[in-house]
């Protein structure tokens, strides 16, 4: 049994991972963090989702951290995330972040409390995503150095705030690992004489109504295309990925994890 508490346990995130904890006969759910602007006072899980939780949600993941064994945290904010994992490495317990659009800066704030305890850290949880990242590597190494040129699309709810997606810049680090190029376009525009660079990666952020998340790599050759693509029709794929990343990181020792080591797919 894994106790798990859930940041930013009123968005739509932290409800589907709640619903699906509650569901999971191996999760117990012992509290929630929330910005006070949006929990009322004495609220708890089980009110939020509709089921029989007594589990308090508070502003400060402080006054619980001790009840629980890991922190699942998909918080809006990359600095609430930090000061969570913070607090999580300082009482010893082991974190799970879905949060995106973190800088560099801290991303490394994060390897550093990575030697400290245990943390999976994913721009997605989704199952067939984390195989897309597989089956993309695979690809990129029977494909590389032989003409094809690769290009990004992926496509979110006009409401999403950073872009690229997490996802998408996952993949272009996958890429620029596999291929050895560097040069990466953001969009193109205006007139390019000799066409297409050669060692160039093209990512295309598109963004409207309420598409979940959908991502598609290209292969273009001379002849043929090559395009793996994932389409998400729920936002429970990605809460379901969160709530397997719990029940793996439990126990496991410090250090920075993925969602390619919880389904073991490296």
Same mark, same amino acid.
């Given at each position: 049994m894994v106790k798990v508490i859930i940041s930013g346990a009123l968005g739509r995130m932290g409800r589907k991972i709640a619903q699906l904890s509650f569901q999971d006969p191996d999760v117990e759910i012992v509290g929630g963090v929330e910005n006070p602007k949006f929990a009322k006072e004495g609220q708890t899980i089980g009110q939020a989702i509709g089921e029989d939780i007594n589990a308090p949600i508070v502003s400060d993941l402080s006054q619980i951290i001790s009840n629980g064994d890991v922190v699942i945290d998909f918080a809006s904010?990359?600095?609430?995330?930090?000061?969570?994992?913070?607090?999580?490495?300082?009482h010893g317990k082991a974190m799970v972040i879905g949060t995106t659009g973190l800088s560099q800066e801290q991303i490394n704030r994060l390897k550093e409390y990575s030697k400290r305890i245990p943390i999976v850290f994913a721009p997605n949880m989704s199952i067939g995503v984390n195989l897309l990242f597989k089956l993309v590597r695979e690809a990129v190494k029977v494909l590389k150095d032989k003409g094809y040129d690769i290009e990004v699309v992926e496509m979110h709810h006009r409401f999403k705030k950073d872009a690229p997606s997490g996802t998408a810049v996952k993949i272009v680090d996958i890429l620029k690992e596999e291929? $050895?190029?560097?040069?990466? #376009? %953001?969009?193109?525009?205006? #007139? %390019?004489?000799?066409g297409r660079p050669d060692k160039e990666i093209g990512v295309f952020a598109l963004r409207g109504g309420d598409v979940v998340g959908e991502h598609t790599v290209i292969f273009a050759g001379l002849g043929e295309r090559i395009e793996l693509t994932h389409k998400? $029709?729920?936002?429970?794929i990605f809460a379901k990925g969160a709530v397997e990343g719990a029940k793996w990181v439990k126990g496991k020792p410090a250090g920075l994890y993925d969602m390619q080591d919880v389904l073991g797919l490296k």
């Open positions: 904010d990359p600095e609430a995330v930090l000061e969570h994992t913070k607090i999580a490495a300082d291929t $050895g190029i560097q040069n990466v #376009v %953001y969009g193109r525009e205006g #007139v %390019y004489p000799e998400a $029709g729920s936002r429970d």
